[in-house]
């Protein structure tokens, strides 16, 4: 992984981490345990699921970078799709506080998404190879040089 694409997953994760255990304490507040438990599984479905699919993406574009946006879709819209099922298997659990389940998981994607979109404008990634033009033939060497 890129030097770069793992600073925009640190960026988005830790952020998303301690929106999740303010989340947590909040959750203990009014729940009690089962709040705690459902902010805490909430918490920890999202940073499992953005951040494998951080890592897809990755995977997905290392060796044809072209099909970036495609790719990231995809991706996005399985993420989407799949916190959408779970939401709709624990409907009606009594396993934890379904509420603070809810309301953590929402809030963690907009906090990782968000800090993943900060991420990924701040860094410094280049579109344009600049050695691409230092090919053999577009540089002059520096064989018939006189100095």
Known sequence: MPSTDARVLR?????TAVAGIIAMAISFAVAGGKGL???FFGTLLVVAFFSFG???LDRLTRSN???MMAAALLVY??????????LAVFKNTELFHRQAFAFTLIGCVLVFTGFQ???ALKAKTFYVD??????????????????
Not at 136 to 146: A, C, E, H, N, T
Request: no cysteine; glycine share 14%.
């Open 65 to 67: 970078p072209q099909i």
């Open 77 to 86: 819209t399985t993420q989407i799709l799949l916190v959408g099922v779970v």
């Open 54 to 56: 951080h890592l897809a």
């Open 11 to 15: 960026g988005a994760a830790i952020p």
């Open 117 to 119: 979109v900060r991420g």
């Open 37 to 39: 438990l459902g902010a």
């Open 130 to 147: 600049p050695d691409a033009s230092e090919s053999k033939g577009d540089k002059p060497s520096d064989k018939g040089r006189q100095q």
